[in-house]
């Protein structure tokens, strides 16, 4: 019996020191985490339940030359509650009354919007969605609703702010004005993303929910700075004239896709650049940086090139005969043949560069150059071909150019080099070369910066680069403008022909190379050039005597039914352009009266010819009308503009038949 006592008694005293020594190690073990390692362990705890979001900086703006905004930030916000931090007395009491201010704002009934947040309370959602997207206006009066002004602990609003980048005008120029962001970089937004990206804010959030968290502060921790503003060279008018006058000639010849840039001769600034490409629907956007990125075959618009060089070494003068013969040769077995039927046959150089005689400037150049070859590539560096420009715009297109005893060069590349092709050039490198002969030999970088400016301060002004002071000598220079100006005058482009403002400039029409392929019939086709895919162009300037503005068009691919050259494609658009440009500041004594292609663009054009020379002191009906039109003519009725939206007028504040007091504000409602 003692034996069996005292057995009980071992085992009670072994399970009493077990328990002993367990309690001792979770005191232990509690003062440790508590005294010595609390402070490990509550930021472990932090981490898991707390942490901070970056509010991002908006961008700075990028505005037009004239101040009109081409790209900006805008705040938005998605609105959610956490129902369950809401006393349940003023939950009740407040449901109903908060149920009618979001149906009033969001557009469904108040039962809907109850029956959402009791489903929510009932389930414990503490995230519930209301809202995605809203404006700065609209968050702030969501703020303001029934128990939503109680904050963020007794109210449950929660707001998540996030920056869209948004551009007024629309498409108009996208590309060009450019992204950064998660597609890459493009434009003049990726070329200064470094100056237009402001300083990230900072917000601390606490996990509510897997994968949900809402902010712990009203406000947050660290406000963002925002970025700082690029003003750029754009004019909106002009943007706009180029834009639409590329898009109906892209429309109607159906064309792959195009680009039209317009540059301001004296200081290189871009003034407008259009770039559009084809949808497989049929429509157009701003799909490449065309005109920046393309370097193609240019064909006869780089004529300009040879008979510059021919001219500057004094081989040749524009009264220089040459005998096109049949208006086709042969060359090492290879074709070369006129447009022309028959051949022009003995024609002068100035007459082989009016119509485009491919034979007159293939045996201009070979006669002269065929033997060194060196000479007329260095020119072709002297005139800014064989290298890229330099632009700050990601993408820009490397030319390609072969030399003598390097892949690629052959016994008629310098032929072929002479008319347009075996080299391939950017439309802005192209622009930059007839510009510089509108700029009486003086080469400047095309400038799509004007300033960079940091809250209202200038900090860095572009100003003009010149990439050669002299291309040429002045006499070829002259030479060169008087044989561009009758291009228009008496040879490919006299369709477009003004009697009323001068123009000069040169069309080009080239086969598109096609790799090897497989048609539509499951035919193989080998690698050459097309007979049913051209580039049309044109480039030139304006007007011919005192150039302001050199311009360029090219259209890849139109319609082979409808018309492929250069003449007929391109060369109308430049018209367009040039015209509206030339008509947007009018004076009453120096008025286009010219006879238009379009019926629609003839009837607009003659009303406001009409009403300009009027001497009305009424203010007109400009309804219907595209915008940059109607600002001209108001403008010169000598009332300030505003316009509010995009495309054409669907409303004016001031009445039509309204007496017009000088310098009063009209605003003009867009569609």
Request: charged share 25%; hydrophobic share 35%; net charge positive.
């Amino acid at each position: 019996m003692r034996n069996h006592k005292k057995s009980i008694l071992t085992k009670f005293y072994i399970v009493a020191a077990f328990m002993t020594l367990l309690l001792s190690a979770i005191i232990f073990r509690v003062v440790d985490i508590q005294y010595f390692q609390g402070d490990k362990y509550q930021k472990i705890s932090k981490e898991l339940t707390r942490k901070p979001f970056t509010i991002y900086a908006n961008k700075g703006n990028v505005y037009a030359a004239d101040g009109n905004l081409l790209a900006t930030s805008m705040s938005k916000f998605t609105i959610r509650m956490d129902v369950m931090s809401v006393d349940g007395k003023i939950f009740e009491k407040e449901v109903r009354n908060l149920s009618k201010s979001l149906a009033g704002f969001l557009g469904k009934s108040t039962d809907y919007f109850e029956q959402k947040l009791r489903n929510a309370r009932k389930f414990k959602n503490r995230y519930l969605l209301l809202a995605k997207d809203i404006g700065y206006n609209d968050y702030v009066k969501m703020k303001q609703f029934p128990i939503f002004k109680l904050g963020v602990y007794k109210g449950g609003f929660i707001a998540e702010q996030k920056t869209v980048r948004a551009h007024p005008i629309g498409k108009i120029a996208e590309r060009t004005i450019g992204y950064h962001s998660e597609k890459g970089e493009a434009g003049i937004e990726g070329a200064f993303v470094d100056y237009l990206q402001g300083e990230d804010g900072l917000r601390w959030k606490q996990k509510i929910a897997k994968g949900q968290w809402k902010p712990i502060n009203d406000v947050n921790e660290k406000e963002p700075i925002d970025g700082h503003d690029v003003i750029t060279t754009i004019d909106v008018n002009i943007q706009d004239i180029t834009h639409h006058a590329l898009l109906r000639q892209l429309e109607y010849f159906e064309a792959e896709h195009g680009s039209a840039v317009v540059m301001e001769t004296a200081t290189g600034e871009i003034k407008a650049i259009s770039n559009l490409g084809r949808t497989s629907e049929g429509k157009y956007y701003e799909k490449r940086n065309y005109a920046v990125w393309e370097a193609h075959e240019p064909g006869s618009t780089f004529k300009l090139a040879s008979l510059m060089a021919a001219l500057d070494d004094k081989v040749i003068d524009t009264s220089t005969v040459v005998d096109t013969e049949n208006g086709r040769i042969f060359i090492h077995g290879r074709k070369v043949e006129d447009s022309q039927r028959g051949g022009y046959g003995k024609i002068s150089a100035a007459r082989v560069f009016e119509v485009s005689s491919n034979v007159g400037i293939v045996k201009l150049i070979r006669k002269h150059y065929d033997d060194k070859p060196e000479k007329f590539l260095a020119h072709l560096k002297d005139y800014g071909l064989t290298e890229k420009i330099g632009l700050p715009i990601k993408g820009e297109g490397k030319p390609k150019v072969y030399y003598p005893g390097k892949p690629g060069w052959n016994k008629i590349t310098l032929e072929w080099m002479s008319w347009g092709y075996s080299i391939a050039i950017t439309p802005l490198q192209t622009l930059t070369l007839y510009n510089a002969v509108a700029n009486n030999g003086v080469m400047v970088k095309p400038r799509f910066i004007k300033e960079l400016r940091r809250e209202n301060r200038t900090e860095k002004v572009f100003e003009k680069e010149i990439l050669n002071p002299q291309i040429a000598s002045k006499e070829t220079i002259k030479k060169l403008k008087k044989v561009m100006e009758n291009v228009v005058i008496k040879g490919t482009a006299d369709n477009i022909y003004s009697s009323n403002f001068s123009m000069a400039g040169k069309t080009g029409t080239a086969k598109k190379y096609v790799g090897r392929h497989i048609n539509e019939k499951g035919d193989t086709i080998p690698a050459g050039y097309s007979n049913k895919r051209y580039v049309a162009s044109f480039a030139g300037f304006f007007p011919a005597d005192k150039p302001k503005y050199s311009c360029i068009v090219v259209i890849h691919d139109p319609d082979k039914k409808k018309g492929y050259y250069g003449a007929t494609v391109a060369a109308p658009v430049f018209k367009e352009i040039a015209q509206k440009i030339y008509t947007s500041t009018p004076v009453e004594d120096d008025m286009v009266n010219e006879n238009f292609s379009s019926e629609k663009i003839q009837n607009l054009y003659t009303d406001f010819n009409k009403k300009i020379n009027s001497n009305n002191t009424e203010v007109p009906n400009v309804k219907g009308m595209p915008a940059m039109d109607a600002i001209s003519l108001l403008e010169n009725f000598g009332l300030k503009v505003k316009l509010e939206g995009t495309g054409k007028v669907k409303n004016q504040s001031i009445k039509k038949g309204t007496p017009i007091k000088k310098g009063a504000t009209i605003i003009l409602n867009l569609s």
